[in-house]
């Protein structure tokens, strides 16, 4: 390869269809980790009052945790304060769709649920919500990532996924840690 | 007649056909290996940890 300006332009040319193969490349690997296996960052666009979620509507005490609904449909709903999830731990089947519903009354907060793509931020004034399936039973932290305080790193949850056969809610349609 | 001015010019010609190689293999080598770890997280860690929307 001599150095002539030729012989540069050449490789230069080279090295730049590497780059756009190995940009195309990454973009299919996005395309078809959403496509095949449904991994989509999580689009959820819902205000709430920050200032009365506890109080009424489905953010309120009573209406956390686990509730399956007449239709199967797995939801759990938590709130991020400084410094605890509300409630600490909530419990979920294996290899069904679950509904993670997030809100908070204070700042920002972000969660992750470790072993599993489950991510998102957790913004006052607005729902976070993210729909997964747990393929594997166990306990999985669910820590505060996004600084939040003096108290962030006190900040976790669990979430318990439990096999199907073990997952029992009461006639109300909830299910709780407890009593699962 | 060949000058020592023309041979280090020469000698220098000859460098500078080399460097632009091994800078190439040196750029390939350590991106090459760049893709490949994002490549092994992705499909390895990534792709296993489920389905998420």
Not at chain 1, 39 to 50: A, K
Not at chain 1, 158 to 172: I, L, M, Q, Y
């Given at each position: 390869m001599?150095?002539?300006?030729?012989?540069?332009?050449r490789?230069?040319?080279r090295?730049?269809?590497?780059a756009?193969?190995?940009v195309?490349?990454v973009?299919?690997?996005?395309?078809?980790?959403?496509?095949?296996?449904?991994?989509?960052?999580?689009s959820?666009?819902?205000?709430?009052?920050?200032?009365?979620?506890?109080?009424t509507?489905?953010?309120?005490?009573?209406?956390?945790g686990?509730?399956?609904t007449?239709?199967?449909?797995?939801?759990?709903?938590?709130?991020?304060?400084?410094?605890?999830?509300?409630?600490?731990?909530?419990?979920?089947?294996?290899?069904?769709?679950?509904?993670?519903?997030?809100?908070?009354?204070?700042?920002?907060?972000?969660?992750?649920?470790?072993?599993?793509?489950?991510?998102?931020?957790?913004?006052?004034?607005?729902?976070?919500?993210?729909?997964?399936?747990?393929?594997k039973?166990?306990?999985?932290?669910?820590?505060?990532?996004?600084?939040?305080g003096?108290?962030?790193?006190?900040?976790?949850?669990?979430?318990?996924?439990?096999?199907?056969?073990?997952f029992?809610?009461?006639?109300?349609?909830r299910?709780?840690?407890?009593i699962? | 007649?060949?000058?020592?001015?023309?041979?280090?010019?020469?000698?220098?010609?000859?460098v500078?056909?080399?460097?632009p190689?091994?800078?190439?293999?040196?750029?390939?080598?350590?991106?090459?290996?760049?893709?490949?770890?994002?490549?092994?997280?992705?499909?390895?860690v990534f792709?296993?940890r489920?389905?998420?929307?």
């Amino acid at each position: 390869m001599p150095a002539t300006e030729e012989g540069i332009l050449r490789s230069e040319l080279r090295w730049a269809i590497v780059a756009v193969g190995m940009v195309s490349v990454v973009m299919l690997a996005v395309i078809y980790a959403g496509l095949v296996h449904h991994i989509n960052p999580p689009s959820n666009l819902e205000t709430i009052d920050p200032n009365t979620l506890h109080l009424t509507g489905e953010f309120t005490e009573t209406n956390l945790g686990t509730q399956v609904t007449a239709d199967g449909q797995v939801t759990s709903r938590l709130v991020a304060t400084q410094f605890a999830f509300q409630p600490q731990c909530i419990v979920v089947p294996t290899n069904r769709p679950v509904v993670l519903r997030f809100a908070t009354p204070d700042v920002i907060h972000g969660i992750l649920v470790t072993g599993t793509n489950v991510n998102t931020m957790v913004v006052p004034g607005y729902v976070s919500q993210v729909e997964t399936v747990f393929t594997k039973t166990g306990d999985l932290l669910m820590p505060c990532h996004e600084f939040c305080g003096l108290g962030h790193s006190e900040m976790l949850a669990t979430v318990r996924v439990v096999p199907e056969s073990e997952f029992k809610p009461d006639s109300n349609g909830r299910a709780s840690c407890d009593i699962r | 007649m060949t000058t020592s001015h023309d041979r280090e010019e020469e000698a220098l010609a000859h460098v500078m056909g080399e460097v632009p190689r091994g800078a190439l293999a040196l750029a390939a080598l350590t991106v090459g290996l760049l893709f490949l770890i994002w490549f092994l997280i992705y499909a390895l860690v990534f792709l296993p940890r489920g389905m998420v929307s």
